[in-house]
């Protein structure tokens, strides 16, 4: 079979994408010569252009469509030296680009093209006039559109619009009114992070093949430590694939720690491990407990007070109900900022309760751990420092870009015992330099993405202090939220109080409820009014907030304000939004 | 506590970081303006610089240090309209960015200056008469730059500094002369692809917030399927956190098939359960087994013959072995494309024999999973089709940048059944659009980073045969290596005969060792050779390639190439580097 460059590529194009309207001739030849490799496309190219150098940058054409790029450079000077200066894209394909011979000049151009589509979408994604969400249903997009996978090359002037339409029907998670996820708003050097990671394309496995960021890793997991309270930052910790993977590693080590036969035995080995989270905790405790052998019937829900914090009078009756079973309890987790109510364990209790049991304390602070940067707010997470672990994810409250997760654990090297398989393909023991930064057999995952580089620089950027005036700013909103809809006709706190975290949680009441008893026909009425609501605003695309039903309570919104973005006149247009959508139900 | 923009920021710097060399009275007054959120910083360095519009593009001022950027436009237009004309990053702080107040132009300035630094890199990387390696010791990398985090803010010609300094250091994972893992190469539409991912910066768990991405990864699921060949690419799957992960949801998946009463019992409610896999097949099965309570010992090697394949009478001995002592075979990993060897696993009579035990066939083809799409070499995973569920990681052999790994399971409902725990702050049922594409409740993750968008734009760039030429070259290059080398003096093939996938296992006999008896002595010593000349490659940073001991064979060089950068002249560059270091081992 031919090799690239050797007149591989079929000339005709399955999807017709390649077919340009009313081609000429030349220009119809010159199209079929660039589905040949950069070189001998290129060459050919120029036959019919006339210029040995730049066959693809063709000046004297008509670009074959209305969407051809047009120079956006805007010097004077002839010939423009600029590397974006008239490409015409639909006679360039991706075999054009580097590694190609004369690639450079393409790439360059194309790399450019598609930076410009980026920057216009980081300026819409902060104007309040743009929508945050051009919503179509699944069957709308998947019909308007020929998403599908074929054979034959499409040229990079169809791929430029791949991009466009994809950005054009993206969510803006860096939109002031995008409300909906704990993880929101686009920073602007973690976004350069996050390309420069890209372009880097490693993996940390080895400091062999990313060393800088094996050092930054070391140095960011160490800082967090000290931030927990951990004396001089000592300790372990790893980068995961989210929260949900960082409890499970919580999980997998308080196991190991107390039985470490199961590592090579199984389950069977050990007697049956309880684990114990409040009722309001995250799921992937439970998603934890099934992966690893353990069962959800094992977790155990402790009850929460009417704020939403564990009680620890349940905690301590269900350990003592456990232990008189014959089980063994082996974690707590207690949580620091829980998913809806916001709400903060009482760690320094907890941690009095496992220290007497001699409980592995796991604290998941995925999202109340943004809180430790804030001298004014650290003290709900009070006690944390006496955690065996703790998860805590910087893309949430601290606004890292996706994904960025820690598992931080207090005692050095069990995460290296428990996880590791010593691959002599990866982990040579007689590399010349000290193994003890091959960091990748502590991890579950052999490659792993690099996430450190965007919360290490941004941090950089703004300092510990930048992170706290962020924070201090999105609780004093979330408190001016607070303050306005408490006693606002048609609203109802789902609790009582200021909110601890940035959630605040609220019914909508409309007009037509406002006169009913309190009773099952007005609870049912109720609980559809946030999906509609919900379902309204995301047509409509103005803004975009959270709803959920919890226990007892019918659907109600959980507001939460992790984005740098929004201001007070964010949150007065998101209560006029929820008015206006919602009165007339 | 103040919030931004009202004077929070400290004028000192902690660190010293941003005190610029012997500052001007106006530029130090500005710089400690610069300090102040955007607004009101700009407002004052206006006041100093005589530009109501335009403060921190001060066009006047000397730059604060030699670094400081200069105008890279080369427009004469005056005033330069170009956003990054004469912008003094060091007088600008993070907080004079988006969402700031008048931050448009200096973000896209900043994000502009950022992306040259990237494409430098990008066009480096390709240069051969670059290094792929400015290789320092880690104690010289600490100890040469200081890395920690600090208290204060840095100013962004320090965070563009950063960005130089981290790409200095970085491997060039693009380079055409690295070869050192099973991904390699930077491919242009990728990189692009993977730049818009994190500019869309969402998460993959509902439609709601990934609408395309949900689409995209439908599609690209299907036809993946499709090219497995599982009719009409029916089916689930999923883009995990690498394969080391996808081989772990696989245990899961397989387990749960057998047993479902496990997710909510645990192992503690089944029998003993038995996973097989090759001696030779990845540490990430064992990983996995631990992970999942099933314990390594419950995972059972089956030898290999020569060429690193299963052994499929050993397969069956060691099946009916467990069965005898009462244990329950769930489980057979065949490998496709071992990670050292490369050798594919008998797949069709391994099915045969899963089929007969009713045991789930797994197929890791994390790294042979790329020659499906070769009809020149799929032959060699004839019989993946009539496996359970399979590994396939586009990142390595398809060239896809970090990470894109799938999990493709033949049985449609099983993921989903196996790992929901209908979360109702997420997956609420009364949304108003199809709830089949809120997909993440099948995710052993919560949040999920977005891995698909970059194979699907490169798919549609490439076409099925822009992938397929690139896999037949590499395959051509690998058998191109092989027979410069079988006959060459001084080498040695760890096996004999045609690779099947791109490893070339091979030791490299200096002359000294040529005349030595084949006894322990040579043994022990041609053991260091492949470290030795790997550390002076290191040292050197000419190219990098991998070496490790397997089984009873001491320490050897494994060649891959998944690089589309990578030529014939490359190789013969590799054999005579070898050489250079190597000959007066």
Chains 1, 2 share one sequence.
Not at 114 to 129: H, N, P, T
Not at 217 to 246: C, H, N, Q
Request: some cysteine; charged content about 20%.
């Amino acid at each position: 079979m031919a090799s690239p460059g050797s007149g591989f590529w079929s000339f005709g194009s399955e999807d017709g994408s390649g077919d340009p309207e009313n081609p000429g001739t030349a220009r119809a030849w010159c199209q079929v010569a660039q589905k040949f490799t950069g070189g001998i496309g290129n060459k050919l190219c120029a036959l019919l252009y006339g210029d040995a150098e730049k066959p693809a940058e063709s000046s004297g054409s008509q670009p074959p469509r209305a969407t051809s790029r047009k120079a956006a450079c805007s010097c004077n000077q002839k010939p423009c030296s600029c590397p974006k200066a008239e490409v015409n894209y639909a006679f360039l394909h991706a075999t054009d680009l580097l590694p190609a011979c004369d690639g450079e000049r393409p790439t360059l151009a194309f790399l450019q093209e598609v930076m410009d589509i980026l920057l216009q979408y980081v300026v819409k994604s902060f104007d309040r006039s743009t929508k945050v969400i051009d919503f179509h249903y699944p069957n709308e997009l998947l019909q308007e559109y020929n998403w599908e996978l074929a054979d034959q090359p499409q040229n990079l002037e169809e791929i430029l619009m791949h991009c466009q339409t994809t950005l054009k029907y993206a969510i803006k998670t860096g939109h002031p009114r995008y409300f909906n996820q704990l993880s929101t708003g686009l920073d602007m050097v973690g976004l350069a992070a996050d390309w420069l990671t890209s372009t880097a394309n490693t993996n940390m496995f080895t400091y062999e093949i990313a060393p800088v960021f094996v050092l930054l890793e070391y140095v960011t997991l160490k800082k967090m430590r000290e931030i927990i309270g951990w004396p001089g930052g000592s300790g372990d910790g790893i980068f995961s694939p989210g929260g949900a993977i960082s409890n499970m590693y919580a999980m997998l080590i308080a196991r190991f720690k107390m039985f470490p036969e199961v590592k090579e035995k199984g389950m069977a080995a050990v007697p049956r491990l309880i684990a114990f989270t409040s009722e309001h905790s995250h799921f992937s405790l439970k998603k934890g407990a099934a992966a690893l052998g353990i069962g959800t019937d094992s977790v155990i829900l402790i009850k929460c007070d009417e704020r939403g914090k564990m009680i620890l009078s349940d905690l301590e009756r269900r350990i003592l109900e456990a232990k008189q079973k014959g089980f063994v309890p082996f974690l707590v987790s207690a949580t620091a900022g829980t998913t809806v109510y916001g709400a903060f364990d009482p760690l320094l209790a907890v941690a009095d309760i496992c220290k007497k049991y001699k409980i592995w304390m796991h604290v998941d602070a995925a999202w109340g751990g943004g809180l430790l940067m804030s001298r004014k707010h650290k003290w709900k997470l009070s006690g944390v420092e006496r955690a065996n672990s703790v998860t805590w994810n910087p893309h949430k409250m601290m606004g890292v870009p996706l994904q960025c997760s820690a598992l931080l654990v207090r005692e050095e090297g069990l995460m290296q015992s428990c996880n590791q398989m010593h691959a002599s393909y990866l982990f040579q023991q007689d590399k010349h330099y000290d193994l003890s930064y091959d960091t990748g057999d502590k991890a579950l995952q052999c490659g792993r993405h690099v996430d450190v580089f965007k919360l290490w620089l941004m941090w950089r950027a703004k300092g510990t202090i930048g992170f706290e005036a962020h924070i201090d700013k999105c609780l004093e909103l979330a408190e001016y939220l607070y303050n306005i809809i408490k006693n606002r006709e048609g609203y109802e706190m789902v609790f009582d109080g200021k909110p601890q975290h940035t959630n605040v949680c609220f019914w909508y009441v409309p007009p037509s409820l406002r006169v009913l008893d309190n009773n099952e026909e007005r609870l049912s009425r109720l609980s559809k009014v946030a999906p509609m609501i919900k379902a309204r605003m995301m047509e409509s695309g103005t803004t975009m907030v959270s709803y959920q039903p919890l226990g007892d309570k019918v659907n109600f919104f959980r507001m939460v304000i992790s984005n740098p973005a929004a201001t007070h006149q964010d949150i007065d247009f998101l209560i006029e939004e929820i008015e206006r959508l919602g009165q007339d139900l």
